[in-house]
């Protein structure tokens, strides 16, 4: 029996890796926490009746105890509640399918417990790559990718690792506006950011795929993966999302891992690795695809990917300032109080006012992530 916790189990990845753990009978969930969500949480607590569940809201954890006063549950709230889950003995891996750098301090202290990490959380790599990748090696556990492109490299590079890698191919959709330019981007609104052609997601990286700030969120995170130099991390636009990324070797031969848009696959595969198992689904049918359209990103117009790249490049605390701009830049457009593409320049001013920390602690980056949000309020001001 596979034992697993998750934090963020109400959200997009979440819901899904419930789905698997449904199809699958040999997972027992031992630990699941939200965020607000708290109607949903108890009906998952009711099914899957794990150890520990936790909600960030001291608030809302009376309506949890109420609604579970049946079940021996442990209800645990806030950081330390996922500091909790992320270190309870009961389970072998943690699912950090949470949104933001809230992510980081519950993944730092599973890798301390030695659990493997089943990474859907890209903020912990962006942010604190330099600290999480020394420590899975010292403590011997294993980041497990679930984010679909980097599933793909993970799944491309099994059993190759004593050849060299030439290049990351990361494929993108190129989102809602691909092939827009920025008088079109002027006006668009929050439903039509949120119209993603292919995958269904949660809100912020829906938002995030249309600015491709996620995709350069991927760039960072690729790099910290697969310790491969920047310059060498490439993004092409693949719009029928079949392609889900590529690696190429020293040889020039580039191997690809396609399939239909199914995040429930990267996130099996991550849960059972290396072994495969039959995933119920659509298969993805050759015979009806009219060709396979490869494109380069337009970065001057979706400046995401840029801002990525020179924030990896600058390195340093650099990347948590991208990052937290980002989230705060977003839920300001979500909440309709700016523009689409004032969240480029929301980014672009925080890059620019930060002054950089070479080797940042946690502590440091925890801080960086308050100065960006203090320099935000006086920005809008």
Sequence with gaps: MKKIAIIGSTGSIGTQTLEVVRTNKDIQVTAISAGSNVELLIEQAKEFKPYIVGIWSEDKASLLREALSEFDIRIVTGMEGLLEIARMPESEILVTAIVGMIGIRPTIEAIKAGKDIALANKETLVTAGHIIMPLAKKKGVSILPVD?????????????????????????SGGPFRGKDRAYLENVTVEDALKHPNWAMGQKITIDSATLVNKGLEVIEAKWLFDIEPENIEVVVQPQSIIHSMVEFEDGSIKAQLGTPDMKLPIQYALYYPERRYLPGDRLDFSALSGIIIDTPDMDTFKGLSFAYRAIKTGGSMPTVFNAANEKAVALFLDRKIK????????DACMKAHSLIQNPTLDEILATEQWVYSYIEDYMA
């Excluded at 793909?152 to 690792?161: D, K, L, S, V």
């Design 148 to 172: 679909s492109e980097h599933s793909a490299i993970f799944q491309c590079i099994h059993g190759e690792m004593n050849n060299k890698i030439s290049r990351l191919l990361v494929t993108a």
């Design 340 to 347: 689409f593409l004032q969240i480029y320049d929301i980014i």
